[in-house]
């Protein structure tokens, strides 16, 4: 039996191949011809550059929301933006996200995507994200992605935790 974790998964997969095309498409870079993966996104660095440039459609965004712990308040903070905004654009046909509020989208889905690779369970992943951390100054890794800067912080402490360096 197919878990939700796995029919997102393979959903954000076939949106995240069609993106990477259009992007592909748009500044002509050459991507793999085989199918491209989420975690193939987060690998090629050049494709995320162009995709923040060109925006990402709030259909994908939807997507990588279903995969992430965060709420549509949590998104509305970490976007620097209103719940009603967020519910606008969601109403909005074809709406593609600014920049600045894409790159804080792949850098949240990033963080995701390698803390559910650290960890053994997406609920290990999620408790320790809401858990004061003292190698963080007893700040929970949460609190941490507002900014890139706190962005840096948690991948560096999710890298430690995978090589089994603890604080």
Request: proline share 4%; aromatic share 14%; no cysteine.
């Amino acid at each position: 039996m197919i878990s939700e974790e796995q029919k997102a998964t393979k959903t954000v997969n076939l949106a995240i191949n069609n993106y990477a095309r259009d992007v592909e498409a748009s500044y002509r870079l050459n991507l793999p011809d085989n199918e491209f993966t989420y975690s193939d996104f987060f690998q090629n660095k050049m494709l995320i550059i162009h995709a923040i440039r060109k925006g990402l459609p709030y259909s994908l965004f939807i997507e990588i929301q279903k995969l992430t712990p965060f709420s549509e308040e949590d998104w509305a903070d970490f976007l620097n933006i209103s719940v009603k905004t967020l519910q606008r654009h969601k109403k909005e046909e074809d709406y593609y996200f600014k920049p600045i509020h894409t790159e804080k989208i792949i850098e949240l889905a990033e963080v995701t995507q390698f803390g559910k690779e650290v960890f053994d369970s997406p609920e290990q992943f999620y408790s320790w994200l809401n858990t004061p951390s003292y190698a963080l100054a007893n700040l929970k890794p949460a609190e941490l992605l507002k900014d890139s800067y706190g962005k840096e912080l948690v991948m560096a402490e999710l890298n430690r935790i995978e090589h089994g360096i603890f604080a």
